[in-house]
């Protein structure tokens, strides 16, 4: 590649080896610095070790104490970086004297790093209880942003990613489920959802008739060497198969309800099409009517129209 030219002198690209020492240095200058008593969030690589900033190694490397999820897993992560810290088991279902002993050694003047498995601490992860004590006793909680599932999926999703609602992993159990996915249909805005690679078909399966009519995309094994997205639309999406899918980890991303006013009556005709070949008339207008947000005289006349059509033909 050519060297960038400005005026008459050549600007040559930073080599890997140059970007390196730069790293190194900003993390040299920030080890140097004393660490502030206090509660540090730390995010972590998902997948790719790389993912992690130098400001972020350097509080691992200088915190008095780190807690993470599981020491072992944990272990990895430091072991790349050669760091060498005692790490301990932070779990929020721990016995409430584990936190307690945390908060003494912050009010002793403490600087206590938290990370999770994977991603930013708290999001799906333990340290909520821990952030809430340690606020309540008036010390600081610090985050150190870094990598997390939700927002790297919604970011190469296709999905508007203006608003968005962030629910977490669904209830396990049906009922819940049903309830929750309903409770969320109405929300203006895309949803952002974990799951287990292993109940991914079925979770899609659930969320088909709620979600009639929106986009979905699929984000897997997000900065693995396995990464993948794929994207479709309720309820076809969730006849296709993903048994591939069945391990690693995944995120679902739920585009934002059709907006009613704008649409058309084909938009409408096409999603009764699909619902009119496994429902009855008025479950059919039922559902896309809610899905799309549009009135249900409209969807009902509609589908009663495209029925009659569909008899005489
Ligand atoms: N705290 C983490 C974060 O900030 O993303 C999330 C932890 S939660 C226990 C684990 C879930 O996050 C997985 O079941 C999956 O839904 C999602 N996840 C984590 N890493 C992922 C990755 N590399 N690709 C896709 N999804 C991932």
Redesign the pocket.
């Known amino acids: 590649m050519p060297a960038e030219k400005t005026g008459q002198t050549e600007k040559k690209p930073p080599t890997v080896g140059m970007t390196g020492a730069i790293v190194a240095a900003l993390y040299d200058r920030l080890a140097k610095e004393p660490l502030a008593p206090g509660l540090y969030l730390v995010s972590t690589p998902?997948?790719n070790l790389g993912d992690i900033s130098p400001r972020a190694l350097s509080i691992l490397a200088r915190a008095s104490d780190v807690y993470c999820e599981d020491t072992r897993h944990s272990r990895k992560l430091f072991a790349a970086y050669g760091i060498e810290r005692r790490l301990h088991a932070y779990h929020d279902h721990s016995d409430g004297r584990d936190r307690l002993r945390i908060i003494e050694r912050l009010q002793a003047g403490g600087a206590i790093a938290l990370i999770?498995d994977?991603?930013?601490?708290l999001?799906?992860?333990p340290g909520f209880k821990l952030v809430r004590d340690t606020l309540d006793a008036g010390v600081q909680v610090f985050p150190i942003p870094g990598?997390?599932?939700?927002i790297a999926?919604l970011t190469m999703s296709g999905v508007p990613a203006s608003r968005f609602l962030f629910a977490g992993f669904p209830p396990p159990k049906s009922a819940a489920r049903e309830e929750t996915f309903r409770e969320l249909a109405s929300v203006p805005a895309a949803l952002i959802f974990?799951?287990?690679a292993n109940r991914l078909q079925q979770t899609l399966a659930d969320m088909a008739q709620p979600f009639t009519g929106r986009d979905v995309a699929i984000?897997?094994?997000?900065?693995?060497l396995h990464e993948e997205l794929r994207w479709g639309r309720f309820p076809e999406f969730a006849a296709e198969d993903f048994t591939a899918f069945a391990r690693g980890?995944?995120?679902i991303i739920v585009g934002p309800p059709v907006a009613a006013a704008a649409l058309e009556d084909e938009e409408i005709a096409g999603r009764l099409a699909v619902a009119l070949k496994v429902m009855s008339v008025k479950d059919a207008a039922d559902t896309v009517a809610s899905a799309l947000g549009v009135k249900r005289k409209r969807v009902y006349d509609m589908a009663t129209e495209m029925k009659d059509r569909e008899c005489r033909e």
């Open positions: 998902i997948g999770s994977a991603g930013t601490p999001i799906s992860d990598p997390a599932a939700a999926a974990y799951e287990a984000a897997r094994e997000i900065t693995k980890e995944a995120v």
